[in-house]
């Protein structure tokens, strides 16, 4: 009976600790943040996670706020409304010369040989043939942005001279898309899914920007954020990795998604092509000294950021 007893004794010491610890992770509270996106088609894998339970499943409660514009995100992320947010390359630069204390912790699109993110259009029905053409020819952009950046690296590659590069101030996308459309403007830069919608209103398109490799999309956090939860960081990354591969595998698993969250057009919402994404992953460091190079050339940043005072790799899966 002894024996019996010590047995016992020992197996439920052994079992015990497993039992608590099983209760412990049951109940720990998930890791909660505040994230910040826009309808942008690139921002799709933040939007994916979202709704099919990807975050939930790391053991994070993020809460995913969509913004109208990019300034409105941009806005909340310095004031501390939100932990993270969704950006171009150009854009948290800027912010961290304006003594923003934030991060670029990865990269997660970048524009291909067979893929694009911008393009520079004319209207239906123009003349111009060519780049070249549209010298002194003001193209609506939204200044020192990402569109901005592409539209100048591109008309300098076609041989424009810098001084005849002409810009007109278009923040509202949406607004430049319906002036182009109807004549008044002559030229404009469009994102997708807008650039393809244009095309089949039958605007032109000039130039876009693949191959450029430098109009990438990326995922900041701020630095407070960031080394207070480190562990939050990695796991959502982890969360968005899955579902670029859940996007890769079965794109029409969310088509719907797309369509709601990323605003598609109606009349592309059956057609438009679903984008692939790659494992996250450290933008260049060559495309982060040009950006950084043409925003000091702009007089937006008193200096140049050297990539490691804007790119955090540690928190990469």
């Known amino acids: 009976m002894r024996f019996l007893v010590r047995k016992i004794y020992f197996l439920v010491m052994l079992i015990v600790p497993y039992l608590v610890l099983s209760v412990e992770i049951g109940q720990a509270e998930p890791l909660k943040m505040k994230f910040g996106s826009i309808p942008a088609i690139q921002s799709l894998p933040i939007f994916v996670a979202e709704e099919k339970g990807l975050f939930q499943k790391e053991g994070l409660d993020v809460d ?59 209207k239906p029905n123009s003349t111009y043939g060519s780049l070249a053409e549209l010298a002194n020819v003001p193209i609506a952009i939204s200044s020192n942005s990402v569109v901005d950046y592409a539209s100048e690296r591109l008309m300098r590659q076609a041989g424009t001279p810098k001084e005849k590069y002409a810009t007109i101030e278009s923040k509202n996308i949406g607004l430049r898309f319906q002036m182009l459309i109807t004549g008044q403007l002559e030229a404009a830069a469009l994102p997708e899914p807008l650039l393809t919608a244009a095309l089949e209103k039958g605007a032109g398109s000039l130039a876009d920007d693949s191959g450029l490799g430098e109009t990438q999309t990326v995922i900041v956090f701020s630095n407070k954020f960031a080394k207070s939860n480190p562990e939050a960081v990695k796991r959502f990354l982890v969360a968005v990795n899955k579902a670029n591969e859940l996007i890769a595998s079965d794109p029409d698993s969310v088509r719907s998604i797309m369509v709601e969250k990323n605003r598609l057009p109606a009349h592309l919402k ?40 804007i790119v955090d790799v540690q928190f990469l899966p």
């Open 270 to 309: 059956d057609t438009f092509r679903v984008p692939v994404f790659m494992p996250v992953q450290a933008p260049d460091v060559e495309s982060v000294q040009n950006i950084s190079k043409w925003l000091h050339e702009r007089g937006i940043l008193k200096s140049e950021i050297p990539y490691e005072k």
């Open 64 to 122: 995913v706020l969509s913004f109208n514009t990019a300034a409105e995100k941009d806005i909340a992320l310095a004031s501390g409304g939100i932990d993270g947010c969704f950006a171009d390359l150009v854009t948290p630069m800027a912010m961290k010369g304006n003594g923003q204390e934030i991060a670029i912790v990865a990269k997660n699109y970048d524009t291909r040989t067979d893929r694009r993110m911008f393009a520079i259009m004319t």
